[in-house]
């Protein structure tokens, strides 16, 4: 057989794509068959076991015989092999295997059999597929062991075997009696066979024979499309052994094809953890290194640059591995040249007379470059090589306007794309780089963009790559990724570039752009505009904190925007946007850009923010808590703060004493700290311990190392609801019940609570230590931790007296609102009373009629104050009649007090509604006859 003839198929190639497995190759799978065995279809009945003992025969002149004995087994089974004759057939296989060594001639009867274990099997019953599983997979796993005879042909045919598994038509054939499995089930075995690992081990042995390799890499090809496979031949360390050779002589050029799909596959289908380390080592790196730099130089076909980018993103995978030797194999400086030198002219011969066209595949190659620059400057050896490739320089030269007919390279979208990857690469390099960030005046040019990126104008992006997410018709996705550069640059604290920005007035600058992107929103780019604010935020919190003439500078205008945000409607915390974390920007900014202002905190009260705060913390939602009353705690240190915050009323009247004290009674019931029905302390000795206090053992700490009752005031709000209620003022606290008042004495003596723990700490050292103290300490010590339980105690004593103070207040409002209520039947009764000896004394029917249509006025009328039965309703009928009884006698009538009730509606329910107190006492009205020269006076 030549060489030509032998190669495998070269799988097209071009046509490939990446991390994808070759295409089935056309191969006949099926020998010739003579007529007569054509028409039956049928297995011939053979004697396996006389065929194995006479191969077991060592006698050399029954050669002939053992030869013709396997011609005719393979002539019986030249349709496949049925499942329950596999180990019978690979035990012949076997004793052929071992004779090849001393008789060559039985190489062909061996290649043969295994020819025929490329057909599908076949099954007699439908249970046989489980019931030979264990003779199948040994059967295919011993294909592999016998890639060790060292014989070409017999080799290859193993490997086309195996190929047929993935590849194999089903029989047309139809056998009586039988079933053809399926080919998956093959596939299968072969996993549970572990074959991978018997392949991965053979690459070392065909290393001599470019053939055998190739063959062997195309198995590999097909076995790595499984998961389980690609994890045995991890263990088996095929990634290692495959990549070191890639750069192996092969004038067929299959040999990179098939060894970068192979590595492909098991980076995509096995564990990184385990696969990067094979690929971290010098000799796999030299080889990578080789491959690409003879196809970034030499290649020119789509099927080249393809497999350029290919073997760049694995480079990129390995590069994320501190331990992988990038600068000693000399890949990092190449890397970077390769990177920069479309950007920045180059002398170096490698890239003298190369460009880049605008083909897809080298668009590809430019993000790919950029993303790998930003990978290998994670590690801090690189930064001499990223200052010699003058990196910064090149990534700047896309900070700017697109500019028409300049850009020969790329297209309008691709350009935006490769701006926006830019920018994205310098949030990481250009930190790293100061010297060469400031002397390409980095900030004039952010500042500058910046400013382009605000104005309204006629360019819109494209928005269509990764990084232009939520920037199609705008330019939101530069402003986004210039702005996190700038946070990235302020954040570094350094005085140069922070005093920079300032001076060319970058903070009314990023002023403006917020107010300009509140009138900008739009639901579609709301979460991007959302995250432009944020960082806007955050940028400026890096450049005002501990600078008060910053602060100065951020001023009115600046508190107007913080306002601004935090009346957002808080229904829209919950919406997923991204108003959390501005909010959480937002908290701060008033920490770093206000507080300390004395101006600015002034405004702040002025505009009611301290009432806005408070609204954002009775939300009771944890995230926020922490931040806004620390807040809280520096603002209570104007005294302007006091009232703004005594005045402010929550929903049911609830003040803001009340509220902090409901906050601190919700985190004492989430950190487990015990009391009892009423709130009052349980355990006297400690107030104050949590469970996790409980569960942890006490222990001998330096004197350097805080202990956990030390830790958990950082740990939780008690301390700041404490601090901020110490700054209000203990007493005359608006607006709090029984309850509060009862965690008021607890939250008073918290400090001395907190001492006390941290004294019973050092008196459990102390004992566990073993230390004897002297006989003043030791008395001082004791005397101590007894005070601090007494304050207990007395925080006991004052807790229980509330409560039974409560509790007859509860009594006596009890006992009033039944004397009360005792007071109105009576007052209606004489109503009821004073009413029937009015109607009844009134015999005239005009005055009659008149009392009538008066007294529906009056209910009426009435209605307004819930109760039509009182004294206006009464007044009303008795000023509306305004006679005198015409008996002439003097009538004396009872006015009606403001809480009588009583008339036609006195049984009913509005009658039993009662109104505030009005009136006095029953008073007596005299009323004279009509005989009298006067007017009758009314009433």
């Not at 002149?61 to 011609?71: G, T, V």
């Not at 530069?478 to 060319?504: G, I, P």
């Not at 209570?636 to 703004?644: E, Q, V």
């Not at 005239?844 to 009056?858: D, I, S, V």
Request: proline share 4%; glycine share 4%; net charge neutral.
């Amino acid at each position: 057989m030549s060489t030509v003839e032998a190669l495998p198929p070269a799988d097209a190639p071009e046509a490939r794509g990446r991390a994808k497995s070759s295409s089935p190759r056309a191969m006949p799978v099926f020998g010739s068959v003579h007529r007569a065995e054509d028409r039956q279809s049928i297995f011939k009945p053979m004697d396996l076991n006389l065929i194995i003992k006479l191969l077991e025969e060592d006698d050399l002149d029954s050669e002939e015989k053992q030869l013709n004995c396997i011609k005719k087994l393979v002539r019986c089974y030249q349709n496949g092999f049925p499942l329950r004759d596999l180990s019978q057939i690979f035990k012949i296989l076997s004793l052929c295997a071992e004779k090849i060594e001393k008789q060559p001639s039985f190489v062909d009867p061996a290649s043969d059999i295994i020819k025929l274990c490329g057909l599908p099997f076949f099954k007699k019953k439908v249970s046989d597929e489980i019931t030979y599983t264990e003779d199948t997979a040994n059967s295919i796993a011993f294909l592999g062991k016998l890639m060790e005879i060292p014989s070409s042909k017999l080799r290859i045919q193993i490997c086309k075997c195996i190929v047929d598994f993935y590849h194999v038509e089903p029989s047309k054939k139809h056998i009586p009696g039988y079933q053809q499995v399926s080919s998956s089930y093959k596939i299968k075995m072969a996993e549970v066979g572990e074959l991978a690992t018997s392949m991965v081990q053979s690459v070392l042995l065909t290393e001599i024979q470019l053939v055998e390799k190739l063959w062997v890499l195309k198995v590999l090809q097909h076995l790595s499309t499984s998961d389980v496979n690609c994890t045995l031949m991890v263990k088996a360390q095929a990634a290692s052994r495959i990549c070191a050779h890639l750069n192996d002589p092969d004038p067929s050029g299959q040999l990179l094809f098939r060894s970068s799909d192979v590595l492909w596959n098991l980076l995509e289908k096995s564990s990184k953890e385990e696969i990067v380390p094979q690929l971290s080592n010098l000799e796999c790196l030299l080889a990578l290194k080789d491959v690409f730099k003879n196809l970034f130089m030499r290649g020119h076909s789509h099927y080249d640059r393809q497999l350029r980018n290919d073997i760049l993103v694995m480079t990129t995978i390995i590069a994320q591995n501190p331990g992988a030797p990038m600068i000693e194999c000399g890949f990092t400086r190449d890397l970077i040249l390769f990177a920069t030198f479309n950007e920045v002219k180059s002398q170096n011969p490698l890239v003298k007379s190369l460009k880049l066209s605008n083909a897809y595949e080298d668009f590809e190659l430019k993000k790919l470059l950029f993303n790998i620059i930003v990978i290998l400057c994670k590690d801090l050896t690189t930064v001499q090589l990223l200052i010699d490739g003058k990196v910064i320089l090149a990534l700047f030269s896309y900070v700017k306007k697109a500019e028409k007919l300049k850009i020969v390279e790329w297209s309008a979208a691709q350009y935006e794309e490769l701006q926006l990857h830019a920018i994205a690469a310098l949030s990481s390099v250009a930190p790293l780089l100061i010297d060469d960030y400031m002397s390409c005046r980095g900030n004039a040019r952010v500042l500058a963009f910046l400013q382009w990126c605000d104005r309204e104008d006629s360019f819109f992006i494209h928005g269509n790559s990764f990084h232009g997410t939520g920037g199609r018709g705008n330019k939101f996705a530069q402003m986004r990724y210039t702005l996190r550069l700038l946070r990235a640059m302020v954040y570094l604290e350094d005085e140069m570039v922070n005093t920079d920005l300032c001076e060319q007035g970058v903070i009314h600058q990023l002023i403006g752009i917020f107010k300009n992107m509140i009138n900008r929103l739009d639901e579609k780019e709301e979460a991007i505009i959302l995250e432009i604010q944020s960082d806007i935020l955050l940028i400026l919190s890096g450049l005002c904190e501990n600078f008060i003439k910053r602060k100065e500078m951020f001023g009115a205008e600046g508190v107007d925007i913080i306002l601004h945000v935090m009346k957002t409607d808080h229904k829209k915390l919950q919406s997923g946007l991204g108003y959390n974390v501005l909010l959480f920007s937002t908290l701060d900014c008033i920490w770093c850009c206000v507080l300390g202002c004395y101006s600015s905190e002034d405004y702040f009260l002025e505009k009611e923010g301290i009432f806005l705060l408070l609204d954002i913390l009775a939300l009771d939602q944890k995230k926020f808590c922490n931040l806004i009353l620390g807040i809280m705690v520096e603002f209570c240190d104007n005294p302007k703060t006091s009232a703004h915050v005594n005045a402010w009323q929550g929903k049911k009247g609830l003040t803001a004493a009340s509220l902090l004290i409901k906050l601190w009674r919700k985190e004492e019931k989430e950190l487990g700290v015990k009391r009892d029905k009423n709130g009052m302390i349980v355990d006297t000795k400690r107030p104050l311990f949590t469970s996790f206090q409980e569960e942890q053992r006490t222990m001998p700490l330096p004197a350097n190392c805080p202990s956990i009752a030390v830790m958990d005031v950082s740990e939780n709000i008690r301390a700041k609801v404490y601090a901020v209620l110490g700054k209000l003022g203990f007493e005359n606290l608006p607006g709090l019940s029984a309850e509060d008042f009862v965690t008021l004495c607890i939250i008073h003596r918290y400090l001395d609570f907190k001492v006390g723990e941290i004294w019973n700490e050092i008196f459990e050292e102390i004992k566990l230590e073993k230390l004897k103290l002297v006989d003043s300490d030791e008395d001082s010590l004791n005397f101590i931790i007894a005070a601090s339980e007494n304050v207990g105690k007395m925080v006991v004593s004052l807790q229980s007296e509330m409560i039974e103070n409560q509790a007859r207040q509860d009594v006596q409002n009890e006992q009033r609102a039944y004397a009360k209520i005792q007071a109105t039947h009576k007052q209606r009764d004489l109503a009821n009373k004073s009413w029937e000896y009015f109607m009844a004394r009134t015999s005239n029917p005009k005055t009659l009629k008149k009392a009538k249509r008066l007294q529906e006025k009056a209910i009426e009328s009435s209605r307004y104050i819930e109760c039509p039965q009182n004294a206006i309703y009464h007044r009303t009928v008795i000023k509306g009649l305004n006679t005198t009884v015409p008996s002439g006698q003097v009538v004396t009538v009872e006015s009606t007090p403001a809480r009588l009730l009583g008339g036609h509606l006195a049984d009913t329910d509005i009658a039993l509604k009662t109104l505030p107190i009005r009136g006095g006492a029953l008073q007596k009205v005299k009323m004279k006859t009509l005989n009298e020269p006067k007017k009758g006076i009314p009433i």
